[in-house]
């Protein structure tokens, strides 16, 4: 069971209900989660938002964009290249302590016929979101960098992330809410860690 979890996820059906599974999907209605997942696909998943959610997840997969954008700030800010990788590396770490968190709860993806799963997964492990984790990580570590003009873009940034993975149909609410106040939490720790060591020019 342990082992099966681990896999990847079933592959995208393209715009339509997903059928990966789905005589292995629980019968009945929609309740709770479920619901209001498949609530916000309806509401808001059409070619157009499916298509940057895409782009949005190929992006935020392992935290590699992330990482990208904090290594680019340390060759480009040689004044403040310590606090760029630093944040970096909180990204990452971030991003660890939310697959560290999955492996422990073990909760499943939606699996659901009322959920359509439109993007492809590294494992069937939910809970938290890793994207949601390190996105938010990075937006506040960041734009922290940046100043206060990158503070809107990046919770912007944060929400739409957020809320990509529902229309995506890989992750519950909870998922996503849960990744956030994950990744808030670890950013606030690194800046409080990198700001104690004094800044040297390159």
């Not at 059906?13 to 929609?30: C, V």
């Not at 989660?33 to 997969?61: D, H, K, W, Y």
């Not at 939910?126 to 570590?141: G, Y």
């Not at 990198?194 to 020019?201: E, L, N, Q």
């Amino acid at each position: 069971m342990a082992d099966t979890l681990d896999r990847p996820g079933p592959h995208p059906t393209g715009s339509g209900p997903d059928t990966t599974g789905t005589a292995d999907r629980p019968a009945g209605p929609a309740s709770g989660e479920v619901a209001a997942l498949a609530a916000v696909q309806g509401a808001v998943a059409n070619p157009a938002t499916v298509r940057v959610a895409r782009a949005m997840s190929l992006f935020g997969e392992h935290a590699a964009g992330w990482l990208a954008i904090g290594l680019a700030g340390a060759a480009l800010d040689r004044t403040r290249r310590r606090e760029w990788l630093g944040s970096a590396a909180a990204v990452v770490f971030a991003h660890g302590a939310s697959i560290g968190v999955k492996r422990v709860v073990r909760r499943r993806r939606p699996e659901h016929p009322t959920v359509r799963v439109l993007v492809g997964t590294p494992s069937r492990l939910s809970f938290p979101s890793s994207h949601a984790t390190s996105t938010t990580a990075a937006a506040i570590l960041y734009a922290g960098l940046l100043g206060r003009s990158a503070r809107a873009g990046a919770a912007a940034t944060v929400a739409t992330m957020a809320l990509s993975r529902l229309v995506l149909g890989v992750h519950y609410p909870t998922d996503v809410a849960t990744g956030t106040a994950l990744g808030a939490a670890v950013a606030v720790g690194a800046r409080r860690t990198i700001s104690r060591t004094p800044t040297t020019g390159g």
